[in-house]
């Protein structure tokens, strides 16, 4: 089955600073991974998706993403961090519609960042 | 939050009431989706429709019921048979072919149940 684990609750960045947050997927074949944003009381935001191809994915507001098939990572990353990235963020898989073609996305539980002035 | 809203954006109800969520998109989108989301479980699929008429459930579909007569509708009824009820719900949409699998999200309708 797939699932999908955000093993940070939390992470703190000071503005400035890179920040990294980190995702693990378990899935059969190839999937399609992607990234959201939320801010509070809010819809998800799509951030950047990976399909198939170069292993960085560049996304929405600076943020990239890179995909590790041997690792079975998708760490979402940004090379500085502002205030107004605080939010928390969700790593989502599907599986690639020729496994199923229903759309199911599973989300991890979410990373709260706070970046801090 | 795209073209999909949702409303009403805060809804409050008494315990034993069924309640509709209302869903519309006009992003010609096949497929629609709602969601619940709880403090630190992420979202969770409640149903699912790819086509005009038909719908699935998803992981935690007890409780709730939903149509689809319109494309661009996916009204959500949380029903009374709902333990816990309290929740923010999400909809969303997205293509079934092309290149471009992701799911645009609404802006979220927050359930209160006293």
């Known amino acids: 089955a797939q699932s999908v684990a955000q093993p940070e609750d939390q992470v703190n960045v000071a503005e400035g600073n890179p920040l990294t947050v980190k995702c693990t997927y378990s899935v059969s074949g190839n999937p399609y991974l992607f990234w959201y944003v939320q801010y509070p009381n809010r819809g998800l935001q799509f951030l950047l998706k990976?399909?198939?191809?170069?292993?960085l994915v560049k996304g929405s507001y600076g943020f990239e993403a890179e995909f590790n098939k041997s690792q079975t990572s998708f760490h979402l990353k940004k090379p500085s961090a502002l205030v107004s990235d605080s939010a928390l963020y969700f790593c989502a898989v599907r599986d690639p519609p020729e496994r199923s073609n229903t759309g199911k996305l599973i989300f991890g539980q979410g990373t709260t960042l706070q970046v801090k002035p | 939050d795209g073209g999909i809203t949702q409303s009403p954006k805060y809804l409050f109800r008494k315990e034993g009431q069924n309640v509709t969520l209302s869903c519309e998109q006009n992003l010609n989108h096949d497929a629609m989706y709602w969601y619940r989301q709880d403090p630190g479980q992420g979202l969770r699929l409640i149903y699912y429709?790819?086509?005009?008429?038909?719908?699935q459930k998803g992981d935690i579909a007890e409780g709730y019921s939903v149509s689809r007569e319109k494309k661009e509708s996916f009204p959500l009824t949380v029903t009374s048979a709902q333990k816990n009820p309290t929740a923010f719900y999400l909809c969303?949409?997205?293509?079934?072919?092309?290149?471009?699998?992701?799911?645009?999200f609404g802006p979220g309708t927050r359930l209160t149940v006293t």
């Open positions: 969303a949409s997205s293509r079934t072919s092309g290149p471009s699998y992701e799911q645009y």
């Open positions: 429709s790819q086509i005009v008429n038909d719908f």
């Open positions: 990976y399909i198939t191809g170069d292993n």
